[in-house]
């Protein structure tokens, strides 16, 4: 897969789909981020909460969960032959995406 084809709207679902521009086009990685503030704020809140009422592991046990589901999203896209930069994008976008799905 082309560089030019690779980091696209078609390739890359972001949970707020209100700031990708419209049209196939490259998109930033601040762009996925922006796209994704509610399921960060959800990730770093539960993170917060756990690491000050329960216990400190807890909260690296979900940062575990977080790289873990990273690494199999950029390990797949990368199976497909995408590039790393859209393997990225893709990867972070997925996690926050479905961390939402029960919202």
């Given amino acids: 897969m082309t560089n030019e084809h690779c980091a696209t709207r078609t ?3 972001v949970w ?3 700031v990708l ?3 196939l086009v490259s998109i930033s990685f601040g762009t996925v981020l922006r796209g994704s503030l509610l399921p960060i704020v ?3 809140g539960i993170a917060a909460f756990v690491y000050f009422v329960y216990n400190p592991l807890v909260a ?3 940062g575990v969960l977080f790289l873990a589901s990273f690494s199999v999203g950029f390990a797949l896209r990368r199976r497909l ?3 790393i930069r859209c393997s990225i ?3 972070v976008g997925g996690v926050l995406d479905k961390s939402m799905a029960g919202f």
């Fill in 11 to 13: 390739h890359i679902e």
């Fill in 16 to 18: 707020n789909g209100r």
């Fill in 21 to 23: 521009p419209d049209g």
């Fill in 42 to 44: 959800v990730w770093l």
């Fill in 60 to 62: 690296v046990v979900e």
């Fill in 81 to 83: 032959r995408h590039s």
């Fill in 89 to 91: 994008y893709g990867a």
